[in-house]
Nanobody
Framework: QVQVLESGGGLVQAGGSLTLSCTVSETAANPQVMAWYRQAPGKQREYVAAITRGGTIDYADSVSDRFTISRNNPNKMMFLQMNSLKPEDTAVYYC?????????????????WGQGTQVTVSS
């Protein structure tokens, strides 16, 4: 069972910024890969970005020029700096962990999720 906690969401105007955080439970091992996902109302959950323990980074095309992913390995934390936010970025944002980057693109592979954090961008 995944033990992650997402935080940092909120309400922001279009063009604004937010930084999300994801913390892995103290009892869990330091994951090889950490990733962000989001689910907008009425839509399927989608991949946003991922980062490996070694620093390899990948983004979905829709956010690559606006979002920045990072992680703090000793503290088992991951962050998502979101700039130039758009109303279409409104969603519940989730994080998850895995052993391989290639396995992270399809959120359907995961059976366990955290509670997520709500991001709402007003126009």
């Amino acid at each position: 069972q995944v033990q992650v906690l997402e935080s940092g969401g909120g309400l922001v105007q279009a063009g604004g910024s937010l930084t999300l955080s994801c913390t892995v439970s103290e009892t869990a091992a330091n994951p090889q890969v950490m990733a962000w996902y989001r689910q907008a109302p009425g839509k399927q959950r989608e991949y946003v970005a991922a980062i490996t323990r070694g620093g390899t980074i990948d983004y979905a095309d829709s956010v690559s020029d606006r979002f920045t992913i990072s992680r703090n390995n000793p503290n088992k934390m991951m962050f998502l700096q979101m700039n130039s936010l758009k109303p279409e970025d409104t969603a519940v944002y989730y994080c998850n962990i895995g052993p391989k980057l290639a396995n992270m693109y399809n959120p359907g592979r995961f059976s366990s999720w955290g509670q997520g954090t709500q991001v709402t961008v007003s126009s």
